[in-house]
């Protein structure tokens, strides 16, 4: 039995919209949603007040427009949001070296190592939350737990400006509880097909045999036999430089013709497009990854000279790794795009592009 963890999961609420509201006090108190109000946009987050109304992020702006007739769309301050972000890594810094951003406004950090000598991870959190809101004026949740999928869990269940804790005790009944899709890496499709085995909760995963849970989901199906159990094993992945950055998607019925599969690549480039933006990075290698209804997987890449420097050049590169995969006999069950080869962030990485951590 490995020595137990103590990790923070800590997440900004509603952040975008957050930093928005926080530099212009216009938008206080009111329904606003981040992004552009045309009719090809999505909303990348929406204050609190907006949730209200049912608009969240992914939601295309036409239908949140409707459903909140008040709505004030604000357009996106990437750098903004990387300045902040950048701020709260100096935050969890001061309180450990094992820090591992998951996104701009999220990470988990393990502090079972309490250098600061606070007592506890729960006031370390707490500690941590105070800083924040010091710093930078804003809110931020927190989960404490024994592992990363539990942490995560934890800072979900008081939203926004609260922290939760589940200790040892806790963790089995409450993921038995739980319904599948809430665990985290667990999406819409492979929900509906544990749904079709009869697996709607984790308790229900618990009960399932490993042998079937490896047979349906491969490898995949070890981690959530031992999730269902409240064990995750993976520890927290310090802060290395980014080396690739990617995007996919499962889908609910197999894809078959080229266009099908062009189609459903598009909202998965305008992510990785998206997060390229977001974090000021670019790319000169391109990966398309084929996930089939047999579960067999194939990647393509391809290289360019120079960093892919925009959307359609991205998309260009996409349907030249696709093309030669048709005719294809077989169903499509996953698609996902991966720039590598990075440039920006990943700069100070050196030449295995990993960035040596002083510890
Ligand atoms: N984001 C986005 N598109 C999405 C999801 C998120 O552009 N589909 C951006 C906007 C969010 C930020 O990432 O502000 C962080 O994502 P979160 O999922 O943590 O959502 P929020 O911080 O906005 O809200 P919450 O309080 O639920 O964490
Ligand atoms: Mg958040």
């Given at each position: 039995?490995?020595?137990?963890?103590?990790?923070?999961?800590?997440?900004?609420?509603?952040?975008?919209?957050?930093?928005?509201?926080?530099?212009?006090?216009?938008?206080?108190?009111?329904?606003?949603?981040?992004?552009?109000?045309?009719?090809?946009?999505?909303?990348?987050?929406?204050?609190?007040?907006?949730?209200?109304?049912?608009?969240?992020?992914?939601?295309?702006?036409?239908?949140?427009?409707?459903?909140?007739?008040?709505?004030?769309?604000?357009?996106?301050?990437?750098?903004?949001?990387?300045?902040?972000?950048?701020?709260?890594?100096?935050?969890?810094?001061?309180?450990?070296?094992?820090?591992?951003?998951?996104?701009?406004?999220?990470?988990?950090?393990?502090?079972?190592?309490?250098?600061?000598?606070?007592?506890?991870?729960?006031?370390?959190?707490?500690?941590?939350?105070?800083?924040?809101?010091?710093?930078?004026?804003?809110?931020?949740?927190?989960?404490?737990?024994?592992?990363?999928?539990?942490?995560?869990?934890?800072?979900?269940?008081?939203?926004?400006?609260?922290?939760?804790?589940?200790?040892?005790?806790?963790?089995?009944?409450?993921?038995?509880?739980?319904?599948?899709?809430?665990?985290?890496?667990?999406?819409?499709?492979?929900?509906?097909?544990?749904?079709?085995?009869?697996?709607?909760?984790?308790?229900?995963?618990?009960?399932?045999?490993?042998?079937?849970?490896?047979?349906?989901?491969?490898?995949?199906?070890?981690?959530?036999?031992?999730?269902?159990?409240?064990?995750?094993?993976?520890?927290?992945?310090?802060?290395?430089?980014?080396?690739?950055?990617?995007?996919?998607?499962?889908f609910?019925?197999d894809l078959y013709s080229q266009d099908a599969a062009l189609q459903a690549l598009?909202?998965?480039?305008?992510?990785?497009?998206?997060?390229?933006?977001?974090?000021?990075?670019?790319?000169?290698?391109?990966?398309l990854k084929v996930k089939y209804a047999?579960?067999q997987?194939i990647?393509r890449?391809?290289?360019?000279?120079?960093?892919?420097?925009?959307?359609?050049?991205?998309?260009?590169?996409m349907g030249l790794l696709l093309a030669p995969l048709f005719p294809s006999a077989k169903g499509i069950r996953l698609l996902?795009?991966?720039?590598?080869?990075?440039?920006?962030?990943?700069?100070?990485?050196?030449?295995?592009?990993?960035?040596?951590?002083?510890?």
């Amino acid at each position: 039995m490995p020595e137990r963890r103590k990790i923070i999961h800590i997440d900004m609420d509603a952040f975008y919209a957050a930093v928005e509201q926080r530099d212009n006090a216009d938008l206080r108190g009111k329904p606003i949603a981040v992004g552009w109000s045309g009719p090809r946009s999505v909303v990348a987050t929406a204050s609190y007040e907006a949730r209200r109304f049912g608009v969240h992020s992914a939601l295309p702006s036409v239908t949140a427009a409707r459903k909140c007739p008040e709505l004030i769309f604000v357009p996106p301050r990437f750098e903004v949001y990387r300045a902040v972000s950048r701020q709260l890594r100096q935050i969890f810094a001061a309180y450990t070296p094992l820090i591992e951003p998951l996104s701009l406004d999220e990470a988990y950090l393990d502090v079972s190592e309490d250098l600061r000598g606070l007592g506890s991870a729960t006031r370390t959190a707490e500690a941590i939350r105070a800083e924040i809101r010091r710093e930078t004026g804003l809110t931020a949740s927190a989960g404490v737990s024994y592992n990363k999928f539990l942490a995560k869990l934890a800072s979900d269940a008081r939203k926004p400006d609260g922290l939760f804790v589940i200790t040892p005790a806790m963790g089995p009944e409450l993921v038995a509880d739980l319904p599948v899709g809430k665990v985290h890496g667990i999406g819409p499709a492979t929900t509906a097909r544990l749904n079709r085995l009869g697996i709607h909760t984790g308790g229900d995963l618990r009960a399932a045999p490993l042998a079937l849970l490896v047979r349906e989901f491969g490898k995949a199906g070890q981690f959530y036999h031992q999730i269902a159990q409240g064990i995750d094993e993976r520890p927290v992945q310090p802060d290395r430089a980014r080396k690739s950055i990617g995007a996919e998607n499962t889908f609910a019925a197999d894809l078959y013709s080229q266009d099908a599969a062009l189609q459903a690549l598009q909202p998965i480039l305008a992510k990785l497009w998206r997060h390229c933006q977001g974090g000021g990075v670019s790319g000169r290698t391109l990966t398309l990854k084929v996930k089939y209804a047999d579960f067999q997987q194939i990647t393509r890449s391809h290289t360019a000279p120079r960093p892919l420097a925009s959307a359609g050049e991205m998309e260009q590169v996409m349907g030249l790794l696709l093309a030669p995969l048709f005719p294809s006999a077989k169903g499509i069950r996953l698609l996902g795009l991966t720039l590598s080869s990075l440039d920006g962030e990943g700069d100070e990485a050196g030449p295995g592009g990993q960035l040596e951590l002083a510890l």
